[in-house]
């Protein structure tokens, strides 16, 4: 028989700018998108670890993070 130890996914994720509107409102709703992401995994107490946080010139933004899945124990992949 075998168990899960330890689990936590790695991602890339691209908040990207919406089209049709002006770029400094696109701008604060990535801004406000990603935090609402980070404020949803606080909520479900994901535990989670952001390793970068890349703005890109035309003001979207690239984040790597590490989080856990679903409800299996992280181990010491977040130290």
């Known amino acids: 028989m075998k168990r ?3 689990a936590c996914l790695e991602q890339t994720i ?5 089209d049709g509107i002006p770029p400094e409102l696109a701008k604060q709703q990535v801004r406000q998108e990603y ?3 980070k ?7 994901t535990q989670y670890k952001i390793i ?3 703005e890109q010139p035309d003001g979207s933004l ?3 993070i590490k989080r856990q899945n ?3 124990p ?4 977040l130290e």
């Open 62 to 64: 690239i984040i790597k």
């Open 35 to 37: 935090e609402t992401y």
């Open 70 to 72: 679903n409800t299996q």
């Open 39 to 45: 404020a949803q995994m606080d909520r479900h107490r």
């Open 74 to 77: 992280v181990g010491s992949y």
């Open 4 to 6: 899960i130890k330890a």
């Open 52 to 54: 970068e946080e890349a």
């Open 14 to 18: 691209h908040f990207q700018l919406k």
